[in-house]
């Protein structure tokens, strides 16, 4: 496929507010879809279905590809009433979501997945290696929305990692938004110093969350596997989005050898998770919290 026409094709979208769905024709990417409706009328952002190809695709190949897209587009945007525009770049997915969105800046990216099966087991999580490369916010999802109207109740967990902090901007934006419930899950541990770490994480997001107004709610977890209580507890709150970040400086030991973020994002219960990346870039989240 001509490198021109490519890049062309991936400038197509307008400017403005946009939310990218990953698309690949599949029902986790009309459930991701369906997120990112939602979402999209609450805050007023255009959809940008992200389509990768084989960078040696045939040019007829293409045509056939980009002819099925435009009719989901029109599809689409005639169902739902929203402006839905797409995007087609060369690539793997594992590298190309990542370069598009870190170059066009959407305020979010709904990915979907079916969770951890069969090899992914063994290599990790391929969400989650996706995730990785990006400075924009992730929402993972393996099923549809319960309802169209609110994301009532978020589990945000806080540990000793100084990186807590960056996800309070996303904890914030919906909490304005979806008039959400936040749920701080806090990690218990014996060690004073990761404890005092993990409190000073606590009472800055509390600060924040009151400063802006968004419901909250304190609970303590036993020691114990982070990631595992973290579904536990989502479980028994009937959450409908858990929002985590990702390891800092991931490697692929961390996929191979299990980092937890994986297990939640592809968890067995399919509660949709929110994935920040360390030192990710919140300028379009600061704008709705601000502007």
């Known amino acids: 496929m001509e490198k021109e026409k490519v890049e062309a094709q991936q400038k197509s979208h307008p400017d403005g507010e946009k939310i990218v769905v990953t698309w690949d024709f599949t029902n986790v990417a009309i459930n991701a879809l369906e997120h990112a409706v939602k979402i999209s009328r ?3 952002s255009s959809i940008v279905l992200l389509h990768i190809i084989d960078r ?29 525009t797409y995007s087609m770049i060369p690539g793997t ?4 979501i990542s370069e598009f969105v870190n170059e066009n800046e959407p305020s979010l990216v709904v990915l979907g997945t079916h969770g951890m099966k069969g090899m992914q087991k063994v290599t990790g999580s391929w969400a989650l290696k996706v995730i990785v490369g990006s400075k924009v916010p992730f929402i993972v ?12 109740n ?8 100084s990186e807590n902090k960056e996800k309070l901007k996303m904890a914030i934006f919906m909490g304005k938004y979806f008039d959400s419930k936040v749920h701080i899950l806090k990690a218990v541990t014996h060690d004073k110093s990761l404890l005092k770490k993990t409190n000073i994480n606590l009472n800055f997001a509390i600060k924040y969350l009151i400063q802006n107004n968004i419901e909250y709610k304190i609970h303590s977890l036993p020691k114990g596997n982070l990631a595992k209580q973290t579904i536990e507890f989502a479980n028994e709150m009937n959450a409908d989005l858990i929002l985590i970040m990702t390891t800092k400086n991931i490697t692929m030991a961390d996929f191979v050898m299990g980092a937890q973020e994986q297990y ?8 949709p998770v929110c994935c920040i990346n ?14």
């Open 264 to 271: 939640i994002i592809g968890n067995s219960s399919k509660i």
């Open 141 to 152: 999802v393996q099923d549809s929305p319960r309802d169209m109207e609110k994301y009532h």
């Open 56 to 84: 040696a695709i045939k040019t007829s190949d293409y045509k056939k590809k980009e002819d099925k897209l435009k009719l989901e587009v029109a599809r689409i945007s005639e169902k739902y009433d929203l402006e839905v």
């Open 42 to 44: 609450m805050v007023n």
């Open 154 to 161: 978020i589990i945000f967990p806080v540990d000793f990692r």
């Open 93 to 96: 997915i594992f590298t190309a």
């Open 278 to 291: 360390p030192r990710a870039s919140f300028a379009k989240v600061a704008q709705f919290m601000y502007g």
